[in-house]
């Protein structure tokens, strides 16, 4: 068995994770404090669009933190995988994807702007 210690939002866990022979995954013991993490996608549904015409794909902030790029435009054609927005969290440039193909309904943040966890960044249709 290794034990590791992870840090999460800046909440430290001790991770216990047992040794196997390959044939099945590893069984990873997490404390109960973990759960707390969980929440995130209870926020994507409360969240308001910020701005008027919001489209029915939501494209919410995974972390608190701060906008350091917006490279898409509201009526602009992405695909799945391509970089929306640039997100600075923890020291850390986070590159926000676009789930799926779609036209840009609105962009509900703009550069310099702190987000929180779950908040609606950008729609699509």
């Not at 994770?17 to 549904?45: D, I």
């Amino acid at each position: 068995m290794k034990t590791y210690t992870i840090t999460v939002n800046g909440v430290a866990y001790d991770v216990t994770v047992e040794e196997g022979t390959g044939a099945a995954a590893p069984a990873v013991a997490a404390p109960a404090a973990a759960a707390k993490a969980a929440p995130a996608p209870a926020a994507k549904a409360a969240a308001p669009a910020a701005s008027g015409a919001a489209g029915a794909v939501k494209v919410n902030a995974p972390m608190p933190g701060k906008i350091l790029a917006v490279k898409t435009q509201v009526g602009a054609a992405v695909k799945k995988g391509e970089v929306i927005l640039v997100l600075e969290a923890m020291k850390m440039e986070n590159e926000i994807v676009a789930p799926q193909d779609g036209t840009v309904a609105s962009v509900n943040v703009s550069v310099g702007a702190s987000v929180e966890s779950g908040e609606v960044m950008v729609t699509l249709n």
